[in-house]
């Protein structure tokens, strides 16, 4: 029970990545409140959902309010939603770019300017912010995808310090998962796929439970003194 007595966001949470999360996390003794714009695809006891839209700024402060005035506090943040809009750069539109921005990176930020200095007036806490290899090493058809997930890994870094300068223990870390099999490789195509499974060390494509796991061990006090840090779970990745 690594995170008992915990009250934990995990954004995207209905289904995929955030989905495993939110339900390591409960089953690790976290009440948490699952956000996602759409329905849920699950029920689990101590998981309740949030309709949220995380590029709506408006509607990410008003969540927060509700929150903090439903829960009391929130000690762990799991930015998880994120979206894909693919092209070439030179076919790639105005609403392609700005939809891939405004929910991948500005989504993140809607959340950390409230949750974030909460967290220090409470004592501390935990944000892990999900990226992607494709933001460490780019990827061909995704310059939208790959600005959004190296732009995580910037305010990753910086919030680790902005909002620990007081000397208050809020530790921010990003997980880079690599390919993982859920819906949003689904306009992948499938020898794609088979590629990028040659191009890790174990041979193939990760799990959302294996994503999972190495998130939980971020919001967990096993992690104590590990901030600022993106950890590539990628089953050794070389593209
Ligand atoms: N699956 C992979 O191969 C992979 C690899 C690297 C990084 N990631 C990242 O992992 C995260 C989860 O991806 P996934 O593979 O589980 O995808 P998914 O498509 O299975 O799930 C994404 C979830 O986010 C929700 N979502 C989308 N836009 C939203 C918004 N504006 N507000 C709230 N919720 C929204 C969706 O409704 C969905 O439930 C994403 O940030 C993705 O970029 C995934």
Redo the contacts with the bound molecule.
């Keep these: 029970m690594r995170l008992e007595g915990k009250i934990a966001v995990v954004?995207?949470a209905?289904?995929?990545?955030?989905k495993e999360i939110a339900i390591e996390f409960a089953r690790e003794g976290a009440k948490v409140i699952a956000?996602?714009?759409?329905e849920m695809t699950y029920e689990m006891e101590n998981v309740d959902y949030f309709k949220?839209?995380?590029?709506d700024s408006e509607g990410c402060k008003v969540f927060f309010d509700a929150a903090i005035e439903k829960y009391g506090q929130i000690d762990i943040l799991v930015n998880?939603?994120?979206?894909t809009r693919d092209s070439m750069t030179r076919k790639m539109t105005d609403a392609q770019w700005n939809l891939v921005l405004d929910?991948?990176l500005k989504?993140v930020f809607n959340l950390v300017r409230y949750i974030g200095p909460q967290m220090e007036t409470i004592g501390g806490g935990s944000i892990i912010n999900?990226s992607?290899?494709?933001g460490v090493f780019g990827n061909i058809g995704q310059a939208n995808y790959a600005a959004t997930k190296a732009g995580i890994i910037g305010l990753t870094k910086t919030w680790a310090k902005e909002f620990a300068r007081k000397g208050v223990p809020v530790r921010v870390n990003a997980i880079a998962?690599?390919?993982?099999m859920?819906?949003?490789?689904k306009t992948v195509p499938q020898e794609l796929l088979d590629k990028f499974a040659k191009l890790t060390m174990l041979k193939r494509l990760g799990q959302?439970e294996e994503i999972a796991k190495a998130t939980l061990f971020l919001a967990s006090n096993d992690a104590s003194y590990v901030t600022g840090q993106t950890i590539q779970v990628d089953g050794g990745m070389r593209l």
Aim: proline share 6%; charged share 10%; hydrophobic share 45%.
């Design positions: 954004t995207g209905a289904k995929g990545i955030g956000c996602d714009m759409a949220l839209n995380v590029a998880n939603a994120g979206i929910v991948n989504g999900v992607s290899v494709v998962p690599g390919y993982t859920t819906d949003i490789l959302p």
